[in-house]
């Protein structure tokens, strides 16, 4: 077998371009690549990246052709919790190529080096935000839904002016408290990064908001800039009731008049302060984060000690029985022990698991099984490739989960 290419290699493409690690002498060129294919506001967020002790350069590639920049990806290093396993994860970001060179491959190219570079972090999977279809190309599928944005019907009322403030360096301790505090509450949680925040307070496509009571951080979130008479507030979190309803007020204060938009958390302090002044209309379009696992059997790996806890909470016995998931091209078996589950061994083709009283699982349903809101059950209503022999057992296993995502783009 051929050992992958090292991501930090130069790696000629055709036509004479190569792929590159990018460099400061690219920085100016990558500014004005990603503010005419994307957002001026994201020349300064590649900025924040690469400046960063801990992402830098090489976090960043480029195709050149000769001295020319003609795309572009970043790959951040993310993580993602379920339960209590936490998993190193990889995020492409501020992807973008020169209309000139378009059509030619650039980009998988680039996926390709941000998979690899990926793997040589350690990362056992990947998320992304991104244009729709286009990445279920590279290997990512639809998995976790986007949370919907209502809008304010009316703001909690009050006199005195909202104790709401732009978020300081000082803040995030505090800022990065209240979300692990409201990321609890989810099965599924990514959060932000130490780099991320440091990021957030710098870049222009958004702002941190905290409210204080006395020298106190009790609720902050992340606000859109407030055009066209519309804000967008991400990211609540409150300590308790009357905290999240002054960071509403605070928020709606900075359109006066006008309409503002909250992200909502189910289940968290802002969603039960905010009920009321909400209108929760009808969802028109689905909308969900992808991600892409690219080996079932080590993201499995890291997965057994939380299967294993489902499987006893479910009081399934088992012992001496393999757990058996066909994905039909290859199907992965989890011996099952007195004392835990043994590591996942790989098998071919296996196209009926419920002769053995298996599960199949579609590999493009897989990453929606294992992180997603349906669990097998709900899969399997309206996926006919997604079914399981002995349905009690994989429901078990793999029960409809919760989800939160910060991500360092919003989604909307």
């Not at 036509?15 to 004005?32: E, F, H, K, N, Y």
């Not at 973008?96 to 350690?122: C, F, I, K, N, P």
């Not at 058996?324 to 022990?337: E, K, L, Q």
């Not at 929606?368 to 309206?382: N, S, V």
Request: hydrophobic share 45%.
């Amino acid at each position: 077998m051929t050992a992958a290419p090292s991501p930090s290699a130069p790696l000629p493409l055709a036509g004479g371009l190569v792929l590159r690690q990018a460099q400061p002498a690219d920085l100016d060129q990558i500014s004005t690549l990603l503010a005419e294919r994307g957002d001026q506001a994201d020349a300064l967020d590649h900025r924040l990246v690469v400046a960063d002790p801990e992402a830098g350069w090489p976090a960043s590639a480029v195709v050149v052709d000769g001295d020319r920049v003609v795309s572009t990806a970043t790959l951040l290093d993310e993580e993602v919790r379920i339960g209590d396993i936490r998993l190193p994860a990889g995020q492409v970001e501020l992807v973008a190529t020169d209309r000139e060179y378009e059509g030619r491959g650039l980009v998988r190219a680039l996926m390709q080096w941000a998979h690899d570079r990926s793997a040589a972090r350690g990362h056992v999977i990947q998320a992304m935000i991104g244009i729709p279809y286009f990445y279920r190309l590279f290997g990512y599928e639809y998995a976790i839904d986007i949370p919907p944005a209502p809008t304010v019907r009316t703001p909690p009322p009050g006199e005195a002016a909202p104790a709401l403030r732009a978020a300081r360096p000082s803040d995030i301790p505090a800022m990065a408290a209240l979300q692990d505090m409201t990321q609890n509450r989810f099965d599924v949680a990514m959060p932000h990064s130490a780099a991320c925040w440091r990021w957030l307070l710098e870049h222009e496509a958004s702002t941190l908001r905290v409210v204080e009571r006395g020298d106190t951080v009790v609720a902050a979130g992340r606000t859109t800039p407030p055009d066209d008479d519309e804000v967008l507030l991400a990211e609540a979190a409150a300590l308790d009731d009357a905290a999240a309803r002054e960071l509403l007020r605070g928020v709606a204060a900075l359109v006066p008049g006008g309409q503002v938009r909250v992200v909502h958390r189910a289940g968290t302090v802002t969603a039960a302060a905010w009920r009321e002044f909400l209108d929760h209309g009808p969802r028109k379009q689905a909308e969900q984060y992808y991600l892409r696992i690219p080996d079932v059997a080590a993201l499995l790996d890291r997965l057994r000690p939380l299967l294993w806890q489902r499987l006893t909470a479910a009081g399934a016995e088992r012992a001496g029985r393999d757990i058996v998931i066909s994905t039909f091209g290859a199907h992965y078996r989890i011996p099952v022990h007195a004392d835990g589950l043994g590591a996942v061994v790989t098998g071919g083709a296996m196209q009926g698991p419920g002769a053995v009283g298996g599960a199949g699982v579609a590999p493009d349903h897989l990453p929606a099984l294992l992180f997603g809101p349906h669990g097998i059950e709900g899969l399997t209503r309206i996926r006919p490739d997604v079914y399981a022999g002995e349905e009690e057992l994989f429901q078990a296993l793999f029960p409809p989960l919760t989800a939160d995502v910060l991500s360092y783009y919003l989604p909307y």
